[in-house]
C-alpha cells in the first residue's frame, strides 16, 4: 500500500521545514555547508557535504531520526526547534492537514502537554504527574527537577539571608515534594528520579550536614 498523498505531501513538508531551520543557523553561525559536515564527523556521525547540500536545496526529500540528533548537536540547537521552530514560526502544519500553534505542538511533541484539537489551540493545559497518560514520566521528572531547584534556592536564603527558620521550612516542603513525586514514580513502575545530594542547613548557628535520599 502506497503512502497517501496527503502524508506524502506532509511529510516532504516537514522535511523541508527542517532543512530551513538546518540551512538557517549553519548561516547564523557563519559556517559552511563543509564545516558542518565536520562538526557532525567530530561527534562521530557521517554526514556529508555533498548529502548535506542535496537537504538544503530540496533535492533530498528524507531525513533520519539520527541525521536529526546529529545536526542539531553540531548546531547547538535543541532537535525540537529543527521541527517546530518556536518564536520564527506562529503555526505549523502537525499532521497531514492539521495545522496548530507551533509552541503548542513544540510541547505536545516534548511531553508537556497533549496536542491541542481544532477547538483548543489556545488554550493552555497544565499537566501534571497525577494525570494518568504515556508522557506521565517526562511531567514527572520535570516536577521533580523544579522541585530541586526550589529547594537549592530555599537553602541558598537559609545560608545567605535574613530568616533561616522560615527559608529552611520551605526547603523541606520541597524535599519532601521530592519524595512524593519518587514515591509516585514508583506506584507508576517509573524508574524514580535521581535524588541528588544537597546540603541542608536546619538552624543558623548549626553546621550543615549532608543529605542524601534513598532514590
Known sequence: MGIPADAEGWSTRLVRGIADEVKRRRTELGWSAQKLSGECAALGFDFPRST???????????????????????????????????????????????TRPAFRTAEWFSGAAFLPGPDDAGVVTKITSDVEWP????????????????????LDGARTGPNVTAWHQLAIGFRSERE??????????????????????????????????DG
Open 52 to 98: 548535506l547540500a542535496d537537504l538544503e536545496s530540496g533535492r533530498r526529500k528524507q531525513i533520519s531520526v539520527p541525521e536529526l540528533i546529529a545536526l542539531a548537536a553540531a548546531l547547538h540547537v535543541p532537535p525540537l526547534l529543527l521541527v517546530y521552530p518556536v518564536g520564527r514560526q506562529g503555526e505549523t502544519e502537525a499532521l497531514p492537514g492539521i
Open 135 to 154: 508522557g506521565q514520566a517526562l511531567v514527572l521528572y520535570r516536577e521533580h527537577d523544579r522541585a530541586f531547584n526550589a529547594e537549592q534556592e530555599a
Open 180 to 213: 512524593r513525586l519518587q514515591g509516585r514514580a514508583r506506584e507508576l513502575g517509573i524508574r524514580p528520579p535521581d535524588a541528588p545530594e544537597v546540603w541542608l542547613v536546619p538552624d543558623e548557628d548549626e553546621k550543615p550536614e549532608t543529605s542524601r535520599d
